[in-house]
Nanobody
Framework: VQFVESGGGLVQPGGSLRLSCAVSGLTFSTYTMRWYRQAPGKERELVAAISAGGSPVYSDSMEGRFTISRDNAKNTVFLQMNSLKPEDTAVYFC?????????WGKGTLVTVSS
């Protein structure tokens, strides 16, 4: 299973970024896809999830600012992040899970700073 995560980078507070995660080597349409993040010195936390059927779920602190979506034809999951804050600075990881199968991407760094 291979992940290609992209879209991270440096953005000013209040700005936006769109993360992408293209996955190959699995039946993408059957997997629940998640974005996690890990800030320096902190534990990894769930950002958002989207079911195989396309239903999104968000962590309370992210709802309203972040939008998760998926394109099964392109085996890709997205995370649109708006109104970014310095505390959103973290490595963002893509996760695929179906039954007992779970896979992780290597992460993409998002830095929110002026």
């Amino acid at each position: 299973v291979q992940f290609v995560e992209s879209g991270g980078g440096l953005v000013q507070p209040g700005g936006s970024l769109r993360l992408s995660c293209a996955v190959s080597g699995l039946t993408f349409s059957t997997y629940t896809m998640r974005w996690y993040r890990q800030a320096p010195g902190k534990e990894r936390e769930l950002v958002a999830a989207i079911s195989a059927g396309g239903s999104p779920v968000y962590s309370d602190s992210m709802e309203g600012r972040f939008t998760i979506s998926r394109d099964n034809a392109k085996n890709t999951v997205f995370l649109q992040m708006n109104s970014l804050k310095p505390e959103d600075t973290a490595v963002y990881f893509c996760n695929a899970r179906y039954l007992w199968n779970e896979y992780w991407g290597k992460g993409t760094l998002v830095t929110v700073s002026s």
